[in-house]
Every structure is written in structure tokens, then in C-alpha cells.
């Protein structure tokens, strides 16, 4: 598993960039997070090195299965908990900020547990 926030978010960016293009290089992860290119360059080093992602000779970055399991968790957390916080009324804004700072701490037991209770409840 990824060992910490940033590289959650990186594997998160890179399963939904690769959902809306052909190819994910790391321009278009620095685009997307509002990065700088070197910062990202130094990220897909480091997510090369754990094993999450390959990147290409052309440059072209894939999750592999860990990087995928663990961005698919990332992103169920965050959709699951900034739609429930909304059911709440809590505004969308704030929802989506307050996901994305959640679903790194969350234990996946105490996340089990919410959403098993939010579906029967």
C-alpha cells in the first residue's frame, strides 16, 4: 500500500486522468493537480520505485495492480464519504475538501463500517 497522502492522491490523479485520456503522462498529472512538473517527475519516481506505476520509454505512466487497488480505494472513499457528507447538507464545496482530507485516515474498518450502516440506514 502506498505509505502516505500525496502518493494516494498521485494514484488517484493518474486513475482518472487515464479514464478521460489515451495516455497519462506527467504533464498532464502536473496540469491536473496544479503541480509543477519537476515535483511530479520526482512523485512518479518514487511510485516507479514502490512498484504502483510503469512509465513508458515515450513517457506514458500505467498503474499497475497495487497502483490500482489502491487508487480504486482512494476514489471509492472520496465519492462515498463527499456524497454522504452532502446527504448531510454539508455544501458540495466543503464535502469534497473534507473527503479528500478523510479518505487518506480513515481505517478501511471504520470505512466498512459507515458505509454498511449509510446503505441501511
Known sequence: MAKNESSENYLEAILMLS?????????DIANELGFKKSSVSIAMKKLRQENHITVTDAGFIYLTDSGKE???????????????????????????????????????ESFNAIKQYVRTH
Not at 71 to 88: D, P, T
Open 19 to 27: 479514464k478521460k485520456l489515451p495516455v497519462v503522462r506527467s504533464v
Open 70 to 108: 489502491i487508487a480504486n480505494m482512494i476514489y471509492e472513499r472520496h465519492e462515498f464519504i463527499s456524497k454522504w457528507l452532502i446527504e448531510l447538507g454539508v455544501p458540495e464545496e466543503i464535502a469534497t475538501d473534507d473527503a479528500c482530507q478523510m479518505e487518506h485516515v480513515i481505517s478501511r
